[in-house]
């Protein structure tokens, strides 16, 4: 099972950059496809990019299109979101999960502690 950990969080102005990391314990990490999440203060939880388990496929929900990249490197259990020309609605706590599949993004296994992300306009 996929175990994930997410640094890299921060206080960043409206138009900055960041790059989340999600170190990820577990023998089957490299198997499995991973996504990125955010969770808004009274909003719900939502899928913003997923990678497939070889890294080849992605997909980014339509309010991060063009300006959040995520990536993978299997040999060191870690996934990245590069995020860029951040907006104040970028604004939440960001968490990352191990997928049931990249055709099925849902969450198989457990969350980690999430890291916040806040952009001040």
């Known amino acids: 099972q996929v175990q994930p950990v997410e640094s890299g969080g921060g206080l960043v102005q409206a138009g900055g950059s960041l790059r989340l990391s999600c170190a990820a314990s577990?023998?089957?990490?490299?198997?499995?496809?991973m996504g990125w999440f955010r969770q808004a203060p009274g909003k719900e939880r939502k899928l913003v990019a997923a990678?497939?388990?070889?890294?080849?496929?992605?997909y980014y929900a339509d309010s991060v299109k063009g300006r959040f990249t995520i990536s993978r490197d299997n040999a060191k259990n870690t996934v990245y979101l590069q995020m860029n020309s951040l907006k104040p609605e970028d604004t939440a706590v960001y968490y990352c999960?191990?997928?049931?599949?990249?055709?099925?993004?849902?969450?198989?296994?457990?969350w980690g502690q999430g890291t916040q992300v806040t952009v001040s306009s």
């Open positions: 999960a191990a997928l049931v599949t990249f055709a099925i993004p849902e969450v198989f296994g457990s």
């Open positions: 990678i497939s388990w070889s890294g080849y496929s992605t």
């Open positions: 577990g023998r089957t990490f490299s198997s499995r496809a």
